[in-house]
């Protein structure tokens, strides 16, 4: 007999459900789409700046990189196996672990993750406005592109973008599924260009592109620089460091792994997945192989046409970030180099829907075990999903935009994620050693990898990976580290009174966190008190 069939407590009488309606495709677009954002653009050049000496091994570092991920999706893959719930990392925590610890994970995930969907809403503006420009010589778009600069447009299209994406994750998983297919196929196609642009070209093809178009974006951002006027040749033979060895490869594929972070979005959605047991590990595993080939072939065909030298120097140079749609374009006709450009803003605006999505899905978890009232748990009848944790979460980053419009150094507080995330992934290695212990029963019903020796194994490699990337983030402690430890603070409070106030209604939260949800996904309660005449 499964745990959730032992529970003893009622379920709400509507028994209105969530649905599993979400097959593999829809999961691994889940994961391609959060992860495959519009950084890879910038950070697979920029590494060239922030680890001098990693010359032409960029690919290379992206697979050595992979390795954390590697791990980290394994113990997700294993947990998920015996517990397919909405609510992923938090169910798995507060069941293997300590419930406690399980939503002080989650609780700065999700904050995180919600003004992270804020902030990539507000900087699209600028990549939309980008990607037009190069059709400014041959379509007629003055009026778009003098909008997309204005104030105005730094509010209104953020706000569109997120409250669309909201209403079609209101829509029901299925709606919500073929949206995130399609975003994958349209971003995929757009990283395709880069790659066959890239291999079908050499240094020497770049260089006269280079010297033929004076007016290009590319040459407009040289000019601002001490490259200006200087050959290509001339720029390699005196602007590059030397090649590292594998002190550089290892600090790049560290700084590169960031790359991959969220991945484990699909565990949100194991509440609706298809036949989760066998779904939700293959997800994993699929979707962190397709993302690590995209980013090795991506990377390596940008610098197969372009000499690494040439991008060092540049992004030493230039006072902004360099991309490289901005490098790659001049080896395209204006059309496509407008495509991969509108194709990058599509990149950063797909990483909305699945963060609604899994967002969303710890919001209505927390709510359903009662850490947060359980009304917000409600499932809408007509479209079976959790409209108002769905809200809440879209409140959020409405807020965030707005802030981001009035200040935008607001923008900077959200890379706190990263310490939030990297900090679940080790407590999902720890749950995963800790199963048996803390919850024989559940462990039991483990379906992928059942080899306990290859459990810890995988457990073990993923916290020796992981830690020293959270030391990174961490320390020293810094305005980003003041944040997410001023946020678990605020997740201590939430959960402490929820706590008392349960017990003060004669609940037992502790029976909650000893079993799983039921497998319908139905909220589960406390037997009302009985009351003495």
């Known amino acids: 007999m499964s745990p959730e069939a032992r529970s003893t407590q009622p379920t709400t009488g509507k028994g209105i459900t969530l649905v599993r309606e979400l097959g593999l495709l829809a999961l691994v677009a889940t994961a391609v789409c959060n992860v495959i954002g519009a950084g890879i653009n910038v950070i697979s ?3 060239q700046k922030d680890v001098p000496g990693i010359g032409p091994y960029v690919p290379l570092a992206f697979v050595v ?12 893959a294993v947990l998920a196996s015996a517990m397919p719930r909405a609510g992923g990392g938090y169910i798995y925590v507060s069941r293997a672990l300590n419930p406690f610890l399980g939503f002080m994970a989650t609780f700065s995930k999700w904050f995180g993750l919600a ?6 809403a507000y900087v699209d503006v600028a990549l939309l406005q980008s990607g037009i420009g190069y059709l400014d010589p041959y379509v007629e778009l003055g009026p778009v592109y003098a909008f997309l600069s204005s104030d105005a447009a730094k509010l209104v299209v953020p706000l569109a973008m997120i409250w669309l994406f909201w209403l079609i994750n209101v829509l029901g998983v299925r709606t919500y599924g073929t949206t995130v297919v399609v975003l994958m196929f349209l971003m995929l196609l757009g990283g395709t260009c880069v790659i066959f642009v890239g291999f079908s070209n050499d240094p020497q093809s770049f260089a006269a592109a280079l010297a033929a178009q004076p007016d290009s974006p590319l040459a407009g951002v040289m000019a601002q620089t001490s490259l200006a006027g200087k050959s290509l ?5 005196t602007a590059a460091a030397p090649v590292g060895g594998a002190g550089e490869l290892l600090a790049a594929a560290a700084f590169l792994f960031f790359a991959y972070i969220g991945f484990a979005s699909i565990s949100q959605a194991g509440g609706e997945t298809k036949d989760p047991h066998r779904s939700l590990p293959l997800g994993f595993l699929i979707a ?3 993302i690590c080939a995209y980013y090795v072939l991506f990377s390596w065909a940008v610098y197969h046409a372009i000499p690494w030298k040439y991008i060092a120097a540049l992004t ?13 374009g001049v080896l395209m006709p204006p059309v496509l180099a407008s495509f991969v450009g509108l194709m990058a803003a599509l990149a950063l605006a797909n990483d909305i829907p699945p963060m609604l999505m899994a967002t969303s899905r710890l919001f209505f978890a927390w709510a359903r075990d009662g850490v947060f009232p359980r009304g917000l748990a409600s499932i809408n009848q007509r479209f079976r999903t959790p409209h108002w944790a769905l809200t809440v979460c879209a409140l959020v980053s409405t807020l965030w935009v707005i802030l981001c419009n009035i200040e935008e150094g607001y923008f900077t507080g959200v890379v706190t994620v990263n310490i939030a995330l990297i900090f ?6 720890v749950s995963v050693i800790s199963l048996p212990r803390c919850n024989p029963t559940i462990c039991r019903e483990v379906r992928f990898m059942r080899s306990r020796a290859a459990q810890i194994i995988v457990a073990c490699l993923a916290i020796a990976f992981l830690l020293p990337l959270f030391k990174i983030q961490f320390w020293p402690i810094e305005s980003a580290s003041k944040f997410w430890l001023g946020v678990m603070g605020v997740g201590a409070l939430i959960f402490a009174i929820m706590w008392f106030r349960a017990k003060a209604r004669g ?6 966190f000893a079993h799983l949800p039921t497998a319908s996904e139905q909220v589960e309660l406390a037997p009302e008190p009985k009351v003495e005449d």
Request: charged share 15%.
């Open 45 to 47: 050049v920029g590494v």
């Open 316 to 328: 030493n140079e230039a006072a902004t970030d360099i991309s490289v749609p901005l490098l790659i």
């Open 507 to 512: 609940e037992d939260l502790r029976k909650v």
């Open 288 to 290: 962190t192989s397709v």
């Open 233 to 237: 040749s001339q720029i390699e033979s």
């Open 424 to 429: 679940t992934y080790m407590l999902i290695a």
């Open 115 to 120: 003004s992270v969907i804020g902030v990539i």
């Open 65 to 76: 990189g992979v390795f954390p991920a590697i791990f980290t999706a394994l113990c997700y």
